[in-house]
T-cell receptor
């Protein structure tokens, strides 16, 4: 059973460009979470999605950031008009259910560098 | 509003047990204690969780005090590959899918 997959693993963008980060959850998992880790900091929750629904985007910056999890295909985190402060590691996690016993399985992350 | 307190770092000799403490004095009755770790440049990895009883799996043991205000993660025979940042997280309410990763404890296992 393949784990959570993220691509690309490394992404370099110039200021003002768009960044698209992809996440394929584990087989059988329909819940996806995105976290951001700034340099020398802990992971911070960004958004929680189920298939075709955004459940909680309270951790998403108000502008330029969006996320989706379509019926078919991977979850996408999209950052428009990137700025240097967006440079970070972005981790996706998935889980099969939501209750106090669940674990989140994390992918290897995408490291975004904005030049 | 940190829910847990962990020492910033600790060293451990290879082959010895590593005991990682965590204080969570404001934990409520329905909240669980979770441990994750993050090896350098990788995504976090789930280790173990518990409510009030001690728990053990193939990776580690979790000892929770009777008053549940603190816990200890035990890596029974630390190896160099256990070098990582270890996070103690309190979670369990209905909207606590938002795992809150603090600074954690940086554990360095030395040969």
């Amino acid at each position: 059973n393949a784990g959570v997959m993220q691509n690309p693993r490394h992404l370099v963008r110039r200021r003002g460009q768009e960044a698209r980060l992809r996440c394929s959850p584990m087989k059988g998992h329909s819940h996806v979470y995105w976290y951001r880790q700034l340099p020398e900091e802990g992971l911070k929750f960004m958004v929680y999605l189920q298939k075709e629904n955004i459940i909680d985007e309270s951790g998403m910056p108000k502008e330029r950031f969006s996320a989706e999890f379509p019926k078919e295909g991977p979850s996408i985190l999209r950052i428009q008009q990137v700025v240097r402060g967006d440079s970070a590691a972005y981790f996706c996690a998935s889980s099969p259910t939501i209750n106090p016993f669940y674990e989140q399985y994390f992918g290897p992350g995408t490291r975004l560098t904005v030049t | 509003d940190a829910k847990t307190t962990q020492p910033p770092s600790m060293d451990c000799a290879e082959g010895r047990a590593a005991n990682l403490p965590c204080n969570h004095s404001t934990i409520s009755g329905n909240e669980y204690v979770y441990w994750y770790r993050q090896i350098h440049s990788q995504g976090p990895q789930y280790i173990i969780h518990g409510l009030k009883n001690n728990e053990t799996n193939e990776m580690a043991s979790l000892i929770i005090t009777e008053d549940r205000k603190s816990s200890t993660l035990i890596l029974p025979h630390a190896t160099l590959r256990d070098t990582a940042v270890y996070y103690c997280i309190v979670s369990g309410k209905s909207n606590d899918y938002k795992l809150s990763f603090g600074a954690g404890t940086t554990v360095t296992v030395r040969a």
